[in-house]
T-cell receptor, first 114, second 109 residues
Framework: KAGVTQTPRYLIKTRGQQVTLSCSPI?????VSWYQQTPGQGLQFLFE???????NKGNFPGRFSGRQFSNSRSEMNVSTLELGDSALYLC?????????????FGPGTRLLVL | GQSLEQPSEVTAVEGAIVQINCTYQ??????LSWYQQHDGGAPTFLSY????GLEETGRFSSFLSRSDSYGYLLLQELQMKDSASYFC??????????FGKGTRLHILP
């Protein structure tokens, strides 16, 4: 099976712009989670989607949003970008949303905000 | 609040054994997971402990004590390719997944 794919892999934006990142989960996986990874804060949970519904959301401002499509693919959007949004954004999928489910991570999208 | 504490860095010698500790404070607890991340790579799953005790997978073992809110990852017969960052993670009662800030493992030849 193909792994989790994320596009684009690298992105440079300027403050105030918006960005949309895409994630395609492993075939058959219905749960998709998003994380922000920075050197100072580590891996921080953004949100989790299951069957097109947001199951959970981390402590991020409303500028961060996401959605999941019927084919389980997911997108996240960050509006009005700030310098502090520069990070590696990781997507992870799992077969379901069970508490013991292993997360399978994609390679990430590295976002640089200038 | 919810938090996980793990050492920021650990150094060990090739061929030796190293233990990476993780203590957690969460409202509710549904198991402790460990992930490995090489520089420039994605985190990959190593092990999961839902119950107290030791889980062994090849050279890697993981231990959990729920009464002590403590777990560890044990790596045996260290190889240079084990140089990476290791994260512990828990899912709390609110179902949000929390990761520790990671332990950077340095291996000396």
């Amino acid at each position: 099976k193909a792994g989790v794919t994320q596009t684009p892999r690298y992105l440079i934006k300027t403050r105030g712009q918006q960005v949309t990142l895409s994630c395609s989960p492993i075939s058959g996986h219905r749960s998709v989670s998003w994380y922000q990874q920075t050197p100072g804060q580590g891996l921080q949970f953004l949100f989790e989607y299951f069957s097109e519904t947001q199951r959970n959301k981390g402590n991020f401002p409303g500028r961060f949003s996401g959605r999941q499509f019927s084919n389980s693919r997911s997108e996240m959007n960050v509006s009005t970008l700030e310098l502090g949004d520069s990070a590696l954004y990781l997507c992870a999928s799992s077969p379901s949303s069970g508490r013991q489910e292993t997360q399978y991570f994609g390679p990430g999208t590295r976002l640089l905000v200038l | 609040g919810q938090s996980l504490e793990q050492p920021s860095e650990v150094t060990a010698v090739e061929g030796a054994i190293v233990q990476i500790n993780c203590t957690y404070q969460t409202s509710g607890f549904y198991g402790l997971s460990w992930y490995q991340q090489h520089d420039g790579g994605a985190p990959t799953f190593l092990s999961y402990n839902g119950l107290d005790g030791l889980e062994e997978t090849g050279r890697f073992s993981s231990f959990l004590s729920r009464s002590d809110s403590y777990g560890y990852l044990l790596l045996q017969e260290l190889q240079m390719k084990d140089s990476a960052s290791y994260f512990c993670a828990v899912r709390g009662r609110d179902d949000k997944i929390i990761f520790g800030k990671g332990t950077r493992l340095h291996i000396l030849p």
